[in-house]
């Protein structure tokens, strides 16, 4: 079964500072893909970043990267020079084509909020 | 392209009643998938449609259905609703549904159950 595990609940970051935010996953599946969404208090859930279980790079997309270890089974988000508008819910979700294939698992989220 | 629309955006419904959301995917888009998000049980996937065909569903009791048109658009169906019903509604849609392809979402239908 395939399982994500997100264990900050919540994080501060001072404004302009880079924050990680972490992710660990379990699967037995050898490809797998690997999200991030951002949801703010509206609700919407925002795709960030994509990393698949074959890509030989880390994912970056603008100021978001995805520090993927694979040994370790985990894809860590980073957010550089932080701006007040992302201050939301993070999450990392995990989709393979094992067993619940065509779905995300998602983890149970990180509220980043962001200090002026 | 204009993103995955849902409707309605907010609904209150009494217990017993029936309710029926809508889902309409970016274009071109033909895997339509949906999930439940309450703050005690998190995100979870509740059914995915392609090609008017359910391919997968979650651990949910009956009670929810769901369906897929010709065009792509999809809707869910909760009959007899209960309390713990009460939850953001998300759906997705992406090309194909497959496991390396993202899955964009709509804004979310907030149903509350009085």
């Known amino acids: 079964a395939q399982k994500i595990t997100q264990t900050q609940p919540g994080m501060f970051v001072q404004e302009k500072e880079a924050v990680t935010l972490d992710c660990t996953y379990d699967t037995s599946d050898p490809s797998y893909g690997l999200f991030w969404y951002k949801q703010p208090s509206s609700g919407e859930m925002i795709f960030l970043i994509y990393?698949?279980?074959?890509?030989?790079q880390n994912a970056t997309e603008g100021r978001y990267s995805l520090n993927f270890q694979k040994a370790r089974k985990s894809a860590n988000l980073v957010i550089s020079a932080s701006q007040l508008g992302d201050s939301a819910m993070y999450f990392c979700a995990m989709s393979s084509p094992g067993a619940g294939s065509y779905q995300l698992t998602f983890g149970k989220g990180t509220k980043l909020s962001v200090i002026p | 392209k204009a993103g995955v629309t849902q409707t309605p955006r907010y609904l209150i419904k009494t217990r017993g009643q029936q309710v029926t959301l809508s889902c309409s995917p970016i274009?071109?888009?033909?895997?339509v998938s949906w999930y439940q998000q309450t703050p005690g049980q998190g995100l979870q996937f509740l059914f995915e449609?392609?090609?008017?065909?359910?391919?997968n569903k979650g651990n949910f009791p009956g009670r929810f259905s769901g369906r897929q048109f010709s065009n792509s658009r999809s809707e869910m169906n909760v009959s007899t609703l209960e309390l713990g019903d009460s939850a953001l509604y998300l759906c997705a849609s992406s090309l194909q549904g497959a496991h390396q392809e993202t899955q964009y979402f709509g804004p979310g239908t907030r149903l509350l159950v009085l």
């Open positions: 449609y392609f090609s008017e065909t359910q391919r």
């Open positions: 990393q698949g279980s074959y890509d030989q």
């Open positions: 274009s071109g888009h033909r895997s």
